[in-house]
Every structure is written in C-alpha cells, then in structure tokens.
C-alpha cells in the first residue's frame, strides 16, 4: 500500500512537472505572437460572425525564432499555410511592422 502511494504522488509530481501543452503540440510556456489580421492570410476571407470562430493555430519554427497566433477561416487553409510557410509569415511580418510603425512611441 505504502507503495502505490509512493507511485501516485510520484506520478503526480511528474504530471505537475512536464510543460503544459497545447492539442496541437505546441507548447504552451511562451506566448505566442498574437495574429496581426482582421482576415485569413490563406484565403483573404475577412473573420466575421456569420462564418464562426476562427481556426487557431501556433506556428512554430525554432530555427527562425517564430513562434506565431495563426487564424484561418476553416480548416482547409492550415495545410495551405503548412504547404508553403514562409509564403503567409511574410504577410503576417508585414502586418506586424506596419502596426508597429502606427503604435506611438513609448517613453
């Protein structure tokens, strides 16, 4: 008995321990970039009630530090995106500077 209680706070522990992460394996300690766009970047179909929430997604790419929010207006643009990548980060970057150069400079 005094073992398997052993084992339970041992598991227990472990569960605690281990990063938490998201269903789409991406893990969930540093925030991602929140997505720039009031739209899809695959399709340019504008986000809106009548379609529903949007897809989300968090783009990963340790070599290039990206670690992005990606919304898609239904679940057939995210291999689109996948397809080709660097395609769409290009247009979300884009959308960053821009909102970046229209944010007042702190002081």
């Known amino acids: 008995m005094k073992h398997l209680l052993a084992g339970m706070i041992f598991a227990a522990l472990i569960f605690l ?3 938490a992460s998201r269903a789409d394996g991406t893990n969930s300690v540093a925030q991602p970039t929140p997505y720039p766009l009031d739209h899809c970047v695959v399709s340019g179909d504008k986000f809106d ?3 529903g929430a949007p897809i989300e997604y968090v783009y990963q790419d340790k070599a290039k530090g990206i670690n992005q929010e990606i919304k ?3 679940p057939m643009c995210k291999p689109d995106f996948l397809k080709n990548p660097d395609k769409y ?3 979300i970057q884009q959308a960053e500077a821009h909102q970046a150069k229209k944010r007042p400079a702190s002081k």
Do not use: L
């Open 89 to 91: 980060m290009a247009i």
């Open 17 to 19: 321990a281990a990063p």
């Open 49 to 51: 009630s009548s379609m």
């Open 72 to 74: 898609f207006c239904c």
